[in-house]
């Protein structure tokens, strides 16, 4: 255990990135340059001696509610969709082997030729080795989203919270870009997220990690370093806890 971790915030956290952050100004694939300077922020975290793992979407390549909206059929989309996010964790554990950080790619759909199965209890280990354990392909269902995905993996690995990274610090009443008065939150509810529809996760995951009482962490990746000052306590974010 690294002699810093006493100074962490949070010991074990699940970080989850949406695939659309992998394509950097891009409107679709991946940019090894993006996805080098997030994996910069999480070789930081796991030197700092935080157990992180992660959970990275498919937007930038398949998104299945797009293809379901154009007539395929929404399983099959969705298993598209997780395929995706096979790629995009793939590019992330390569970009981390890069910085000489260890990381395990564990799919929730067995795909032995090109990464780990999931398994709780290899996962688990894999933690506590340091290694960045990174998620891919959902929850192996269709039907549920990453958002999903990563509160679920995030109670199974006994995280202190699931962080959703974003473009802003935390969560607003509405897009800040587009309404310059919209309200900013430090602090809310499970409840005061689900009655207000606001849009940061799906219900369905924000349910489940009240029902765990997980904390739900949303803070800004577009800042250089950020994640290692989450993981201190000291970047801008917005908290959903137990009220």
Known sequence: MSGTQSELKYKRLLLKLSGEALAGDGAYGIDPEVVGRLAKEISEAAAAGCQISVVVGGGNIFRGLQGAARGMERATADY?????????????????????TSSRVLSAIPMTTVCESYVRPKALHHLRKGRVVIFAAGTGNPFFTTDTAAT?????MGCDAVVKATQVDGIYSADPKTTPDAVRYDALSYSEVLARDLKVMDGAAIALARDNRLPVVVFSIAEPGNLLKLLKGEARATVIQPG
């Not at 679920?152 to 199974?156: D, K, M, S, T, V």
């Open 80 to 100: 598209m969709g997780m395929l995706a996010t096979v790629m995009n964790a793939l590019a992330l554990s390569g970009a981390l082997s890069q910085l000489k």
């Open 152 to 156: 679920l993996r995030a109670i199974e």
